[in-house]
């Protein structure tokens, strides 16, 4: 695929869908942190229930870390790995109020350094709080970078740095949004709408949904 087919999938996926952005509910950097920590093998359905409940109480790194775990535990019991998701809210509750004045640290490697999470947690936090160019592959995205042919990669971290190698400048931002929103709706993974998709005529894939 060349570069100006991608730069025309962006181009409609942005006309498609003007202001993408995460479906968990946030209003500041860190509640996304927790949100995404949260969604771990856990809708974003599922995750706001559970934020609803939880960010009206306690919202800051000092309120959550005075819940204690105990409670926070509680408080997520619905998501699956609630046990080691409560520890690690608390242990990165801990970090952010003595390193970072309950800020959130805006590096890759702060963020990575912090309990519960990872390079995907990192680069969700990073380009939707922060607005970095990075790409979070998680399934969707994975799925369509595959089968689009935008980005072809056998690892999350292959298509992540061909994604990032190849995506047009003026769409680094929106893409990560972009792409989890068509995968989720559009690009499904066992019924693909192919017939309702506005990349039909550039997309790669072989086993078209027709």
């Given amino acids: 695929m060349n570069a100006e087919t991608r730069t025309e999938m962006f181009g ?3 006309k498609k ?3 993408p952005t995460t479906e968990l509910n946030y209003s500041t950097p860190f509640e996304l942190l927790v949100a995404v920590t949260l969604s771990a093998q856990a809708t974003d359905k599922s995750v706001n229930k559970v934020t609803d409940k939880l960010f009206p109480i306690a919202n800051t790194p000092k309120a959550i870390f005075k819940l204690g775990e105990d409670t926070l535990r509680d408080t997520i019991r619905s998501i699956g790995l609630f046990n080691s998701k409560a520890k690690h809210i608390i242990q990165a509750c801990k970090i952010l109020i003595e390193k970072y004045n309950s800020g959130v640290p805006e590096t890759r490697k702060e963020l990575e350094a912090l309990p519960g999470v990872g390079r995907k947690t990192a680069n969700v936090v990073l380009n ?3 607005g970095h160019p990075t790409i979070a592959v998680d399934t969707h995205i994975y799925r369509v970078a595959n089968r689009t042919a935008i980005a072809s990669g056998k690892t999350v971290l292959e298509v992540e740095k061909k994604l990032v190698k190849f995506i047009p400048d003026e769409y680094r931002v929106p893409a990560h949004h972009l792409m989890i929103l068509h995968g989720r709706y559009t690009c499904k993974a066992r019924s693909p709408l192919c017939t309702e998709c506005i990349l039909l005529d550039l997309c ?6 027709l």
């Fill in 17 to 19: 869908i003007p202001n």
């Fill in 12 to 14: 409609r996926l942005l």
């Fill in 204 to 209: 790669e894939y072989e086993e078209k949904n």
């Fill in 128 to 130: 939707t709080a922060f």
